[in-house]
């Protein structure tokens, strides 16, 4: 049963609090994707531009998207033809592997035809891609990444996926000259997950992190380069599924670290960092850091402060989040305040788009209210100016207490799905009754466990994503209620009231 699931937690509190706004959206004329295939290009003049492709769904249609924003003039774009093909359910990665100066680009995933590609394409300047005649085996679910596995000099790449006989598999293509040949590897493939190069011990060789699923069982390993054979460390890394990866050197100590994120194998979002202590082996650091599953995670420092920042999207137990924390080394993170829409299905990309030296950021996905995300948004630090420490970009205050209730709930989730089983798929909407809570979540998991009970081909691991939205009164929660029935019966939702 495939199922796009969307939440949202909205507070409704009593007083304000001031806000510094750390990232700000601007006008980039993306239509809002799910499942989306997305990158930053550098231009020559130390600019980016962005592309975006995924899926659009309405209630009467879907269709795929590929979509090309140059940047024009100061925080504007303008949507020119994209040089690459509508697809979704893929990966892009981006380097200049022939040398010239610019960024060539490499993609996989699945086109408006339900066709898996796989296309690499030389950047021939002036924003003209020209697809390279190379025989890659395509996939869908996986990941790319550049590197010089082989120390020649140039840079290979490395994928994993799902084939299209729902093979998985992880593979080299070893770049020869600009001619490519695949190079099976002792990896397992997964799908849904990310494979990624770095170089853990300094020997300069390139090793690989590696999480997601396997079948439906979660992985995540770390291979060793050993004279160009991977072999895979004899230490057991946290299995994770629906799950990203990252390395970085976020304690600043020359050696490299990695995250991971996503969910077990009950289905429970987990978090992980692992600290590298230079002897082969990684120790388990507590990070205050939201665990999150059906994630993505970028790595980079955002505020030029010399210390790696974690962009990460995804989804909660509760709701969607798309979550900047800042690294003030020792493994401190604090978790800063932006005000970035949380999505599902979707993605979350650092990059420079104007040139000013700190990371803006491409988001994508889908929110609660069935908004298709496709935005840019402007990094408003400037790194060259010393911050006035009155005006602080970052929120050192608390936040409202949310304890000083009780409040009334009422609680909702929301698919394009098929829970009776019959084989087609519809918009549902799945609403409570108002309750008043007691305990934090309390609702969430009392609506879970009556959906799991009563609604057929409702799966475990959905049990989580919940919308619980929070009001003083009951009035005011049943005049929201009301609100929320009507907009999603206007847009075609099957309303299922579950009350008790």
Request: glycine share 8%.
């Amino acid at each position: 049963m495939r199922k796009f699931l969307f939440v949202l937690s909205i507070l409704t509190i009593l007083g304000t609090y001031s806000q510094s706004q750390v990232f700000t959206e601007i006008h980039s004329g993306f239509r809002g994707v799910i499942e989306p295939v997305a990158g930053w290009i550098n231009t020559k003049n130390n600019h980016a531009n962005a592309f975006l492709a995924g899926e659009y769904y309405s209630v009467k249609s879907n269709f795929v998207v590929s979509q090309y924003a140059k940047i024009v003039a100061k925080d504007k774009f303008n949507i020119i033809n994209s040089p690459f093909p509508a697809l979704s359910q893929g990966s892009v990665a981006i380097a200049d592997y022939d040398h010239n100066g610019d960024d060539d680009i490499i993609i996989t995933g699945v086109n408006k035809s339900n066709q898996l590609i796989m296309k690499l394409y030389r950047n021939n300047g002036n924003r003209r891609f020209s697809p390279v005649n190379e025989p890659f085996a395509a996939v869908s679910d996986g990941s790319l990444d550049w590197g010089d596995y082989d120390h020649d000099g140039d840079l290979d790449i490395l994928v994993t996926g799902k084939r299209y006989n729902n093979q998985l598999a992880t593979v080299i293509y070893q770049n020869n000259k600009g001619l490519f040949s695949e190079k099976m590897i002792n990896v397992p493939g997964v799908y849904h997950g990310s494979a990624r190069w770095g170089d853990f011990d300094n020997d300069g060789y390139l090793d690989i992190l590696i999480t997601g699923n396997i079948g439906e069982k979660p992985f995540t390993a770390v291979y060793k380069n050993e004279n160009g054979n991977y072999v895979r460390l004899a230490q057991s890394f946290y299995p994770l599924k629906n799950s990203d990866c990252a390395w970085a050197d976020f304690d600043g100590d020359k050696d490299l670290d990695f995250v991971i994120s996503g969910e077990d194998a009950d289905g429970f979002p987990v978090f992980m960092l692992y600290s590298n202590d230079g002897r082969a082996f990684f120790r388990e650091v507590p990070v205050a850091i939201r665990g999150l599953k059906n994630c993505t995670i970028d790595v980079a420092d955002y505020d030029n402060d010399g210390a790696v920042d974690i962009l990460l999207t995804g989804e909660s137990m509760e709701r969607p989040y798309t979550l900047v924390y800042k690294n003030n080394l020792a493994f401190d993170f604090e978790n800063v305040i932006t005000g970035l829409p949380g999505v599902s299905n979707g993605i979350a990309l650092w990059g420079d788009y104007d040139g000013d030296g700190d990371q803006d950021i491409l988001l994508a996905g889908i929110t609660i209210c069935y908004e298709f995300i496709g935005s840019i948004y402007r990094n408003n630090i400037n790194p060259a100016k010393k911050q006035d420490t009155g005006n602080s970009i970052f929120i050192n205050s608390t936040l409202p207490n949310y304890d000083v209730g009780p409040f009334y709930y009422y609680v909702f989730s929301s698919c394009y799905c098929n829970p009776s089983g019959n084989g087609k798929s519809k918009y549902h909407l799945y609403i409570s009754n108002i309750h008043l809570e007691k305990t934090d979540y309390d609702l969430n998991y009392k609506f879970n466990d009556i959906l799991v009970k009563t609604v057929p081909n409702w799966g475990k691991t959905d049990s989580g994503h919940r919308t619980s939205n929070a009001f003083l009164t009951k009035n005011k929660a049943a005049v929201s209620r009301s609100q929320i029935i009507k907009s999603y019966k206007a847009t075609g939702f099957i309303v299922h009231y579950i009350n008790w």
